[in-house]
Nanobody, 119 residues
Framework: QVQLVDSVGGLVQPGGSLRLSCTASGKILSISAMGWYRQAPGKQRELVAN?????STNYADSVKGRFTISNAENTVYLQMNSLEPEDTAVYYC???????????????WGQGTQATVSS
């Protein structure tokens, strides 16, 4: 069984910073990608950033230059700087991993954490 546990989000003023983390635990033999999605009220879930084994990263245009994704073993981080009210959303971490030695890979999701940017 695989579990993804998100850190607690929070409330921050515009221009502020917030760091999210998410740790995967369980029978994990290899990870191919880790990332963050977000869903704002009334909107579809969208990719924020992802990182592929080897270090290659990808960001949504709306967060480039403000957000940084990184990882360490089974934990993925999202450093969010210069936050804007439009960044308010539930943030979901996601990990693509294998529990059978690389024969198959599946995507797992965290439970989601609320980040609110407001004065």
């Amino acid at each position: 069984q695989v579990q993804l546990v998100d850190s607690v989000g929070g409330l921050v003023q515009p221009g502020g910073s917030l760091r999210l983390s998410c740790t995967a635990s369980g029978k994990i033999l290899s990870i191919s990608a880790m990332g963050w999605y977000r869903q704002a009220p009334g909107k579809q879930r969208e990719l924020v950033a992802n990182i592929i084994t080897g270090g290659s990263t990808n960001y949504a245009d709306s967060v480039k230059g403000r957000f940084t994704i990184s990882n360490a073993e089974n934990t993925v981080y999202l450093q969010m700087n210069s936050l804007e009210p439009e960044d308010t959303a539930v943030y979901y971490c996601t990990v693509v991993l294998s529990i059978d030695g690389g024969k198959s890979y599946n995507r797992y999701w965290g439970q989601g954490t609320q980040a609110t940017v407001s004065s």
